[in-house]
T-cell receptor, first 115, second 118 residues
């Protein structure tokens, strides 16, 4: 069975500071990894995805994530956050062999950017 | 890019009412759609997988008779909360994936429906 763990429920950070949101997964099969962002009362928007190839993945809004197979991690980073980055962030995994793309989500991390 | 539309975005109704939520794929055909429920400050909980032309697959603990799912066309899935009660109040979100992109295509999410039962 697959599972996703986001180690931090809340991450407060000052504007223009760097941030890392942690995500670890467990799976016995090959996986695809995703980071989604959710703004209040909205659905989820894809930030970035890892499918294969280069372990460093760049996404929208200046975010990037690094896939580490040995540590089964997929941490999200941004070198300098903005107030507008305040939102809920979800790490998710799907099986590489899935025909439906069914996602398993982590618990979510609230990023609070302070001025 | 692929877009998923969800309607309504917000609904308030009395206890005992049945509420229908629509999820549409606007520029692709989706044989599979997913329905999630999200409580405040929590993650998305998968409720069921909606399959076009066949019965939905429900996750353990989700009442089939309570949450009726119909996927009558390749672009529309509906979730009906029957005889809704205050404990059914939640944020419901659907997602779908463009099958033309294969297994690597990500899920695209609707904007969600805030359901409040009085």
């Amino acid at each position: 069975a697959q599972s996703v763990t986001q180690l931090d429920s809340q991450v407060p950070v000052f504007e223009e500071a760097p941030v890392e949101l942690r995500c670890n997964y467990s799976s016995s099969v090959s996986v695809y990894l995703f980071w989604y962002v959710q703004y209040p009362n909205q659905g989820l928007q894809l930030l970035l995805k890892y499918l294969s190839g280069s372990t460093l993945v760049k996404g929208i809004n200046g975010f990037e994530a690094e896939f580490n197979k040995s540590q089964t991690s997929f941490h999200l980073r941004k070198p300098a956050v903005h107030i507008s980055d305040t939102a809920e962030y979800f790490c998710a995994v799907s099986s590489g062999s899935s025909n439906t793309g069914k996602l398993i989500f982590g618990q979510g991390t609230t990023l609070q950017v302070k001025p | 890019g692929a877009v998923v539309s969800q309607h309504p975005s917000w609904v308030i109704c009395k206890s005992g009412t049945s509420v229908k939520i629509e999820c549409r794929s606007l520029d692709f055909q989706a044989t599979t759609m997913f329905w999630y429920r999200q409580f405040p400050k929590q993650s998305l909980m998968l409720m069921a997988t909606s399959n076009e032309g066949s019965k939905a697959t429900y996750e353990q603990g989700v009442e089939k008779d309570k949450f009726l799912i119909n996927h009558a066309s390749l672009t529309l899935s509906t979730l009906t909360v029957t005889s809704a009660h205050p404990e059914d109040s939640s944020f419901y979100i659907c997602s779908a994936r463009d099958p033309r992109g294969g297994a690597q295509e990500p899920q695209h999410f609707g904007d969600g429906t805030r359901l409040s039962i009085l």
